[in-house]
């Protein structure tokens, strides 16, 4: 039948160019992502201090923030669908970059929390835009046996731009304090009128440095069928991966937790400052741990190391939750539950695209990466909002346990799928 889609092959050879891993596309689409987070991770890591200034409160933070996931998770579905049956990704790609400045612009103007709202979601539509297309991209430009460390290394680039962005985004807003300004907001504006500008270099970098290996349109997929004719075993593994992301909050509001615990000790600008800063320190953690996560990934696998790295998130709640309990100011005690974030992170992004790979074909590998991101997305929608109301109705130790309850949960749930391959 046309309409049916073309079996899985996920051992698929791939061209002979794509052998030396470091090639021009992987290192093009790290450079791209560096760019792209150094300007949507500087609004990450202000966005907190913010809405503090705005007067928004947490509630609101984490719904923002959750609606933003789930828009990104649903658009990587239907991208990656387009991507697959047509064969057009990198024009994609492109408009989803190009986005990401449009919403800092509407960011930047808000003074409330509905354009905030619809600032990240023009950013998360054009992330969830780009996301699965670029991966493929990216997943086509190497062998098999070098996933890990394109992955790892992407990963590693991509996250250089999210220390980057924030310590100079913190570091500005610092120097921006001693300026007149006609309100408490306007320091945190001159920041995001300023990350507007890698994110016009990101859009240019893609279109320069990044060749698409190829990918042969096949008009004849239908979305529902393809999703119904994956594997069994990638049901399952979305499954587990679901669990998980209905903890996996947003950092957002790990950034926050910092600020709240420091504030009483030492102001609101200066907690958030500080709060940043942590948050930069998770992202040099994950800019350090992601290579090597990727390389020994291809050594021993991905799916052990991943069962790992969904244990470490379990523990960053749980070490927040006792933060909370035991009332720290300690930024040393903090920096440490950021550097198990940072950790869990890179094991989570270098790890989850490389075990896809393995388990789907060729001609769907797009949807296939759709179909984890909208899963992602709209777990931790329900964590982000879930987390930010608990927080703001009963308590942030209710939050933080629900959410490590969960992760912990969607670890074995992952483990059981590790198993379950181990017996086939």
């Known amino acids: 039948m046309p309409d049916e889609p073309r079996p899985a092959m996920p051992d698929a050879p791939t061209p002979a160019s794509a052998r030396g891993w470091l090639n021009r596309t992987v290192a093009g689409a790290g450079m791209t992502s560096a760019l792209g987070d150094f300007c949507y991770e500087t609004t990450t890591v202000i966005l907190p201090g913010f809405l503090a200034v705005l007067g928004i409160p947490a509630a609101a933070l984490g719904l923002i923030e959750g609606i933003a996931d789930a828009v990104a998770s649903f658009t990587k579905m239907v991208s990656g669908h387009i991507a697959d049956r047509l064969g057009h990704r990198k024009r994609l790609v492109l408009i989803g970059y190009a986005l990401t400045p449009a919403g800092q612009v509407l960011i930047a103007l808000a003074a409330g929390w509905p354009l905030l709202l619809l600032g990240r979601l023009v950013s998360w539509f054009g992330k969830g835009l780009r996301g699965p297309l670029r991966d493929a991209i990216v997943i086509q430009a190497v062998s098999a046996q070098a996933r890990g460390r394109a992955f790892g290394f992407h990963r590693a680039v991509d996250t250089v731009g999210a220390v980057v962005g924030p310590l100079l985004g913190v570091a500005v807003l610092g120097w921006a304090q001693a300026l007149r300004w006609s309100d408490a907001a306007g320091p945190f504006r001159f920041v995001l009128w300023l990350s507007v500008i890698p994110g016009v270099l990101a859009v240019l970098s893609f279109l320069i ?216």
């Open 209 to 424: 440095l990044v060749q698409d290996p190829g990918h042969s349109p096949n008009p004849g997929l239908r979305l529902w069928r393809t999703l119904r004719g994956l594997p069994p075993r990638f049901r399952r593994y979305l499954g587990a991966v679901a669990i998980f992301g209905l903890g996996d909050f947003s950092h957002s509001l790990l950034i926050l937790a910092a600020t709240q615990l420091l504030a009483p000790s030492r102001g609101v600008v200066h907690a958030a400052q500080i709060a940043g800063l942590l948050y930069v320190w998770r992202n040099v953690v994950q800019v350090l741990a992601s290579y090597p996560i990727g390389a020994w990934a291809d050594r021993i696998g991905s799916l052990p190391l991943l069962v790992a790295g969904y244990a470490l998130g379990a523990l960053t709640a749980v070490l927040m939750l006792l933060a909370f309990w035991l009332g720290t100011a300690s930024v040393p005690l903090l920096a440490g539950i950021f550097a198990v974030a940072g950790l869990y992170v890179a094991a989570q992004e270098a790890l989850e695209s490389t075990v896809t790979a393995g388990m789907v074909g060729a001609d769907t590998l797009a949807t296939s990466y759709g179909a984890l991101g909208t899963v992602n997305g709209g777990a931790k929608f329900l964590s982000s909002a879930t987390v930010g109301l608990l927080w703001s109705a009963v308590s942030p130790l209710s939050g933080f346990a629900l959410a490590a309850g969960l992760m912990a949960a969607g670890t074995l749930a992952l483990l059981r799928v590790g198993r379950g391959q181990a017996t086939a």
